[in-house]
């Protein structure tokens, strides 16, 4: 059963339109992550929850936001998005506290801007 | 965090052990070993991790050398399915510590 779950699989959106992607989790984790990954490259960490704690990247760019209303749901957003946000967007969690932090990967949302 | 480096591809034949180098010379005492794959199309998922000693898990081995310079990821029967790229992370333990994917190293498995 899938663990951490990405929706959708895969968004077009159009140059500057607002796009949402979520994540949702079944294990409890206190952490959720977001990365961009784009073609050919590895993925890269944009931001992460630690339960209500929001923490952003230094490099992250401002059009980037996310949402964590619960424990298990957090949404990115993309306020206006460009071409060159074209991307796999990989949420992933984990349990911090332990002392050594596995992360969980979902699927990834392909999200293709025209 | 310690920068890794990782030869850019390898090939192996199904069947046979594949062995997957990682250089982590600056890695600090604390710092653990990390293997985390991603088959095309999918998310990154956890291999196995390591300090010091080797480690052994359903997966994989991770052969980490004395001086913890270097390691090796083992994966004994190679399978098709085992065709991904394969990244070795170097993180501390313990608090927030970051994941940080280097370039990895493509691995493909052919008959």
């Known amino acids: 059963d899938a663990m951490v779950i990405q929706n959708p699989r895969y968004q077009v959106t159009q140059f500057g339109k607002p796009v949402t992607l979520s994540c949702s989790q079944t294990?409890?984790?206190?952490?959720m992550y977001w990365y961009q990954q784009k073609s050919s490259q590895a993925p890269k960490l944009l931001f992460h929850?630690?339960?209500?704690?929001?923490?952003n990247e230094a490099d992250t760019p401002d059009n980037f936001q996310s949402r964590r209303p619960n424990t298990s749901f957090c949404f990115l957003d993309i306020r206006s998005p460009g071409l060159g946000d074209t991307a796999m967007y990989l949420c992933?969690?984990?349990?911090?506290?332990?002392?050594?932090?596995?992360?969980?990967f979902g699927s990834g949302t392909q999200l293709s801007v025209l | 965090d310690a920068k890794t480096t990782q030869p850019p591809s390898m090939d192996c034949a199904e069947g046979r052990a594949a062995n997957l180098p990682c250089n982590h010379s600056?890695?600090?005492?604390?710092?653990?070993v990390y293997w985390y794959r991603q088959i095309h199309s999918q998310g990154p998922q956890y291999i196995i991790h390591?300090?010091?000693n080797n480690e052994t898990n359903e997966m994989a081995s991770l052969i980490i050398t004395e001086d913890r310079k270097s390691s090796t990821l083992i994966l004994p029967h190679a399978t098709l399915r085992d065709t991904a790229v394969y990244y070795c992370?170097?993180?501390?333990?313990?608090?927030?510590?970051?994941?940080?994917f280097g370039a990895g190293t493509r691995l493909a498995v052919h008959p």
């Open positions: 390591g300090l010091k």
């Open positions: 992370i170097v993180r501390g333990s313990g608090g927030y510590n970051k994941l940080i």
């Open positions: 992933a969690t984990g349990l911090r506290g332990t002392e050594n932090e596995k992360l969980f």
């Open positions: 600056t890695i600090s005492g604390n710092e653990y």
């Open positions: 294990l409890n984790h206190n952490v």
């Open positions: 929850y630690y339960d209500k704690d929001f923490n």
